[in-house]
């Protein structure tokens, strides 16, 4: 929700820095779905587009140093690499040390990762799996809503 209110958001911390992190939207479906039923997923397949849209936007209003974006599935394939670029954004040091096991987990988090069998603290699993298991009208629904989107992003 925050990515509705960038502009208001701004104006209170006019130095702020966004980091604006894209997931697959079909993965985000596929999330709302298991989580909180059919309706929340076919309102995900509107709003992915639409809070992806409005944080675009508001970076384009705003210097560069203020607004940084990057894939999720980035951050798992390539974890090191992608936060080292985020804390060198923010101006922080970075520190391998942040991917060693119990870090920055919490608990759901570390539990779906043994759930998984995953054993990085930032795990694959999920990615990928809206691709495979969105149902039809779903996967359908939001091809129409944000297909244009998935493509300019890569998906």
Not at 6 to 17: A, G, K, V, W
Not at 100 to 129: L, M, P
């Amino acid at each position: 929700m925050y990515a509705y209110n960038l502009d208001f958001i701004h104006e209170l911390y006019p130095n702020l820095q966004v980091v604006h992190i894209i997931r697959d939207g079909r993965d985000v479906i596929l999330s709302h779905l298991v989580r909180c039923g059919y309706q929340k997923a076919i309102w995900a397949t509107k709003t992915w587009r639409r809070s992806i849209t409005s944080a675009r936007d508001f970076a384009k209003n705003v210097p560069q140093d203020q607004y940084y974006e990057f894939r999720y599935e980035d951050l798992v394939e390539n974890p090191e690499d992608t936060l080292e670029k985020l804390f060198q954004y923010l101006g922080e040091p970075w520190n391998s040390a942040l991917l060693e096991e119990g870090s920055f987990d919490i608990e759901i988090s570390a539990r779906r990762r043994i759930e998984s069998g995953e054993t990085s603290v930032i795990y694959k699993s999920r990615v990928g799996v809206g691709q495979k298991k969105l149902d039809p009208f779903l996967g359908a629904l939001f091809y129409y809503r944000s297909g244009h989107l998935m493509k300019e992003l890569g998906y």
